[in-house]
C-alpha cells in the first residue's frame, strides 16, 4: 500500500475515509498498488482519485509501516512519500466511494481528526509531523482479534 504526505505551507491534506462498517477515519491520501503499477504510479493514482491533487515528483520513503494481523493471517505493509511537486485543486471524484472529504489542516486540526484513525496511521504521521526526520523511519505493529471493535494494537 501507498500513503502520500502532501503539504501546502505548513498544512496537510487529509481524507475522511467511510468504512464499510460505517465508520469513519482519517488519514493522508493513498491506496493499493494494482498488477503492473509501480509503487509512485499507484501513489499518484491514488492521490489524484481521491482528491484531484495530482503530484509531479515524490520524495522519499518518508517512512513505512508493517502491520501483522495475526488472528487474520494478514501482512500489511504501506510505504509513505511526500509530494515536492503538485498541483491542482481538490475534486473529491474517489472511485471506490470510500473518500467523502479532502482538505488542508494544520497541525491541531490533524491531530483531532486522527484519532478518529486506527493506531498505525496516527502514530507515524503524526510523529513525522512533528519530527520532520531526515532519514527514513519504520514503523511495526502487531494487532490480535478478529472484530473491528476488539482488536488489541501493539507497537513492536
Known amino acids: 500500500m501507498a500513503g502520500g504526505v502532501v503539504l501546502q505551507g505548513e498544512q496537510l491534506l487529509l481524507v475522511r475515509n467511510r468504512r464499510?462498517?460505517?465508520?469513519?477515519?482519517?488519514?493522508?491520501?493513498?491506496?493499493?498498488?494494482?498488477?503492473?503499477?509501480?509503487?509512485?504510479?499507484?501513489?499518484?493514482?491514488?492521490?489524484?482519485?481521491?482528491t484531484g491533487i495530482q503530484v509531479l515528483l515524490w520524495d522519499g520513503p518518508l517512512y513505512e509501516i508493517t502491520v501483522d494481523f495475526a488472528d487474520l493471517g494478514w501482512l500489511m505493509q504501506v510505504e509513505v512519500h511526500r509530494a515536492v511537486d503538485w498541483n491542482g485543486e481538490i475534486v473529491l471524484e474517489d472511485p471506490d466511494g470510500i473518500v467523502e472529504h479532502a482538505d488542508f489542516y494544520d497541525s491541531d486540526d490533524c491531530e483531532a481528526r486522527l484519532v478518529q484513525s486506527p493506531r498505525w496511521v496516527r502514530e507515524p504521521l503524526l510523529e513525522w509531523w512533528r519530527q520532520r526526520p531526515e532519514q527514513m523511519q519504520s514503523y511495526r505493529y502487531e494487532v490480535t482479534g478478529t472484530e473491528i471493535d476488539g482488536l488489541a494494537v501493539t507497537r513492536l
Open 20 to 50: 464499510r462498517n460505517d465508520s469513519v477515519e482519517w488519514s493522508t491520501p493513498g491506496g493499493v498498488v494494482d498488477p503492473g503499477e509501480t509503487f509512485l504510479e499507484a501513489l499518484g493514482r491514488e492521490v489524484l482519485e481521491e
